[in-house]
């Protein structure tokens, strides 16, 4: 589900970073969502619903064990479809940097990262987050 953020008007690049622990083999985990920002109405303006997407740049997995781990990662849409990122990356027994080569998520999916196999990890990321621009095809 998709958290609606009531702003005056809709921010621009804002800089956020999420952790989360992978614990558990074969669990998908949510790292982060992108909200939607909603500017109430006015006497004079309508509602504005606005969509966000976060550019993801590179993450880093930190490994907790003296042995080597397995991550991978995907985006979760609403409607449970999924599209794999990365898929088995390797992290040694030191910390490994994935290059997520400038992903997009948008409001209405889900970042998840899953540790495969080993010892848990710590999986870090930051992205920024700005508003999605709706473009029309005119034909």
């Given at each position: 589900?998709?958290?609606?953020?009531?702003?005056?008007?809709?921010?621009?690049?804002?800089?956020?970073?999420?952790?989360?622990?992978?614990?558990?083999?074969?669990?998908?985990?949510?790292?982060?969502?992108?909200?939607?920002?909603?500017?109430?109405?006015?006497?004079?303006?309508?509602?504005?619903?606005?969509?966000?997407?976060?550019?993801?740049?590179?993450a880093?997995?930190?490994?907790?064990?003296?042995?080597?781990?397995?991550?991978?990662?995907?985006?979760?849409?609403?409607?449970?479809?999924?599209?794999?990122?990365?898929?088995?990356?390797?992290?040694?027994?030191?910390?490994?940097?994935?290059?997520?080569?400038?992903?997009?998520?948008?409001?209405?999916?889900?970042?998840?990262?899953?540790?495969?196999?080993?010892?848990?990890?710590?999986?870090?990321?930051?992205?920024?987050?700005?508003?999605?621009?709706?473009?029309?095809?005119i034909?």
């Open positions: 589900m998709t958290q609606i953020i009531d702003v005056a008007r809709p921010p621009l690049n804002l800089y956020e970073a999420s952790r989360v622990t992978l614990d558990t083999a074969g669990v998908w985990v949510n790292v982060f969502a992108p909200p939607r920002w909603r500017v109430p109405p006015t006497p004079i303006d309508p509602e504005i619903i606005s969509d966000t997407a976060a550019l993801i740049s590179n880093f997995v930190c490994n907790l064990g003296a042995t080597p781990s397995v991550v991978s990662v995907r985006t979760l849409n609403n409607g449970d479809a999924f599209f794999i990122l990365l898929s088995g990356q390797v992290a040694s027994a030191t910390n490994l940097a994935l290059n997520m080569r400038r992903s997009i998520v948008v409001s209405g999916e889900t970042l998840q990262a899953q540790l495969v196999s080993g010892p848990s990890v710590v999986f870090h990321t930051s992205f920024i987050l700005n508003t999605r621009e709706r473009v029309q095809v034909e």
